[in-house]
């Protein structure tokens, strides 16, 4: 079963300004002059999604969104829906980041949704997963993610482009990063988990890592078993960090 190919995202969060463009447009020349081995994609603040897309426009960088609403319009004052990302020029959205799952209390069925909704608009869901540290302390780890992975994929994902990314709470912004085996253990039972809902296709869908990912590390993650890319956050907000990722893929 060959594996899809692997996926390296950058998460700006709620970073940049319209001078950030210029970064991702330096990532985007080095990636057209040496085609990296992985996709590439930006998801910057909403936004700058329409700016980025012209900007990276036949680039071969794509664009991506960090949330969307799973309706497609109404009366929900500062959302953003699936189609209109799409509208802007985005292929891909983030869904269910450990941000969004803790601080707008995002439960798995309603990252579910939300994944519905970028399946209905043609985006590529990156539907995030990922223990706190109280959680791994009391050894519930594999638990809490495959329930999150069972939870938060739509069946009509299968056969269509998604990918997983697990991110452990704890090494999101710390410069904390688990060890390898700790990683490999993780994606396996994502792996399993994929598999046993979507077959062959669950089989070879990028599963990501992310969490304190960055140049001198990244080699080392993406060689493990079951590693599909990385999500990228603070190190992906300079081109030169983010190429020493993406180069390391
Ligand atoms: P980080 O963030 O790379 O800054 O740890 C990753 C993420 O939250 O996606």
């Known amino acids: 079963m060959t594996a899809l190919r692997p996926l390296i995202a950058g998460n700006w969060k709620m970073n940049g300004l319209e001078l950030s463009l210029d970064e991702a447009r330096a990532v985007a020349a080095a990636v057209e002059a040496r085609p990296p081995a992985a996709r590439v994609a930006i998801c910057p603040p909403a936004t700058l999604v329409h700016r980025l897309a012209e900007a990276l426009g036949g680039t071969g960088v794509e664009v991506g ?4 609403r799973a ?8 959302d953003v829906s699936a189609e209109m990302l ?8 983030i869904l269910g980041h450990s941000e969004r799952r803790a601080g707008y209390g995002e439960t798995d069925a309603l990252v579910a949704a939300k994944a519905g909704a970028a399946h209905r608009a043609a985006l590529e869901p990156i539907v995030c997963v990922g223990e706190t540290r109280a959680e791994r302390e009391a050894g519930r780890t594999l638990d809490i993610v495959t329930g999150q992975v069972r939870g938060s994929l739509p ?15 704890w090494a999101i912004g710390t410069g904390l990063t688990p060890t390898s085996e700790q990683i490999e253990e993780v994606h396996m039972a994502i792996r399993e988990v994929l598999t046993a809902m ?31 890319g990385a999500l990228v956050g603070g190190a992906s907000l300079k081109a030169a960090d ?3 990722i993406i180069e390391a893929a």
């Open 86 to 93: 799409t509208d802007a020029g985005a292929s891909l959205v």
């Open 198 to 228: 979507f077959g062959d296709h669950g089989a070879r869908v990028p599963i990501l890592y992310g969490g304190s990912v960055k140049p001198s590390n990244a080699g080392e993650i993406l060689r493990l078993r079951d590693v599909g």
């Open 71 to 78: 309706e497609s319009s109404g009366a929900f004052t500062g």
């Open 65 to 68: 969104g960090q949330d969307c």
């Open 242 to 244: 983010f190429l020493g």
């Open 155 to 169: 069946e009509v994902l299968g056969g269509k482009p998604f990918a997983v990314a697990y991110e452990p709470v």
